[in-house]
């Protein structure tokens, strides 16, 4: 079953050091998202992408946060310099182009230390 | 933001016991979908009922949809230890899934 990719799967860093994760979508699907979520909540979208397009990076903290599709596959997320508050799990997803389910990469847990 | 938000919180119930887990939302949706999430992992996508339908089966899943009511809940039957998770109602309105903080079940055996 075809499945998202994400590395690393756990990221320790100190504060003020860049960190950066990697998604691979499913192939052929056009929308890739990444959340964040903190322990005991549920995910928030920080940005979307349409292809190589963002669609909605209204929540992501872009003094700090960047995010790119270059071709349109796969994805990175940087965090620069990370806090201590972005210690969570980014969650990478893709779907169709057309919506429906989501499927989502098992995460990456980020702790900044 | 969050859009939807489940009742309850948490959830502890015996196996073989059916549990229900409710979502509340604020705007208009062209779909709302459940997801289950094993500890430490990623979601997995349960199922997608979509604006127009009020009731949807998906073998021990029945997930109904009240759009007056701006509600919807997820029924688990016969559960099994193994359906200990947590569960996410998930809204998708104008081109973006929001999700709310979820129910944690617990199922002892």
């Known amino acids: 079953e075809a499945e998202v990719a994400q590395s690393p799967r756990y990221k320790i860093t100190e504060k003020s050091q860049a960190v950066a994760f990697w998604c691979d979508p499913i192939?052929?699907?056009?929308?890739l998202y990444w959340y964040r979520q903190i322990l005991g909540q549920g995910p928030e979208l920080l940005v979307q992408f349409q292809d190589e397009s963002v669609v909605d990076d209204s929540q992501l903290p872009k003094d700090r946060f960047s995010a790119e599709r270059l071709k349109g596959v796969d994805s990175t997320l940087k965090i620069q310099p990370a806090e201590l508050g972005d210690s969570a799990m980014y969650l990478c997803a893709s779907s169709h182009r057309g919506g429906g389910g989501y499927t989502f990469g098992s995460g990456t847990r980020l702790t900044v230390v | 933001s969050q859009q939807g938000e489940e009742d309850p919180q948490a959830l502890s119930i015996q196996e073989g016991e059916n549990a229900t887990m409710n979502c509340s939302y604020k705007?208009?949706?062209?779909?709302l979908q459940w997801y289950r999430q094993n500890s430490g992992r990623g979601l997995v996508h349960l199922i997608l009922i979509r604006s127009n339908e009020r009731e949807k089966h998906s073998g021990r899943l029945r997930v109904t949809l009240d759009t007056s009511k701006k509600s919807s809940s997820l029924l688990i039957t016969a559960s099994r230890a193994a359906d200990t998770a947590s569960y996410f109602c998930?809204?998708?309105?104008?081109?973006?899934?929001?999700f709310g903080a979820g129910t944690r079940l617990t199922v002892k055996p």
């Open positions: 705007t208009s949706i062209n779909n």
């Open positions: 192939s052929g699907h056009a929308t």
């Open positions: 998930a809204t998708d309105g104008d081109n973006d899934m929001r």
